[in-house]
């Protein structure tokens, strides 16, 4: 049952780089674009959102790769061991990379905001971030559960 489950996981897992790849393909090139014709005299704000946009991506495929090396470790049963503790920490420090680096985008959603005279951009510009820093949140306490669970483990190995 547990192989079936991780299975399902690590299906997910690769799903979820799908949409974040087609997105990067198509919609990225044409905010770029959108950016530039908007703003002429800013024409730098169309690399910058290249920039930003395939630099997040690096940090979130990486992600991906530790929660796949993740249910590997639960696969294997190694699931409380400092592997699963790295893996966590790294996947909270990918989630605050991509949250930093879409927050430096953020003023680009507010010309955009005032241009189209629509406030609800700016809360689409916040989508990420915000949804990045509840990734590493539960990443980092994730982590420290983990680190407790596997002293208390190692505790009761050496009490018996």
């Not at 198509?26 to 930003?52: C, D, Q, R, S, T």
């Not at 003023?107 to 915000?130: C, K, M, R, T, W």
């Not at 306490?141 to 407790?148: A, C, G, M, N, Y």
Request: aromatic fraction near 16%; glycine fraction near 4%; proline fraction near 4%.
């Amino acid at each position: 049952m547990e192989k079936v489950t991780t299975l399902f996981l690590k299906i997910a897992v690769i799903l979820l780089g799908v949409p974040i790849l087609v997105l990067c393909i198509f919609l990225v090139p044409e905010l770029g674009n959108v950016a530039g014709e908007l703003l002429p005299k800013f024409a730098f704000f169309k690399y910058w959102v290249y920039i930003v946009f395939y630099g997040s991506t690096i940090p979130f495929y990486f992600a991906l790769y530790q929660a796949f090396k993740l249910l590997r470790y639960i696969d294997k049963n190694k699931a409380f061991s400092d592997l699963s503790v790295i893996a966590l920490k790294k996947i909270k420090y990918c989630a605050i990379t991509i949250a930093c680096l879409h927050v430096l985008v953020l003023p680009l959603f507010y010309v955009f905001a005032e241009l189209d005279d629509a406030p609800g951009v700016i809360f689409v510009g916040l989508v990420v971030p915000f949804a990045s820093m509840v990734i590493a949140v539960f990443a980092a306490v994730l982590q420290k559960l983990l680190k407790e669970a596997i002293d208390i483990k190692s505790e009761n190995d050496l009490t018996v």
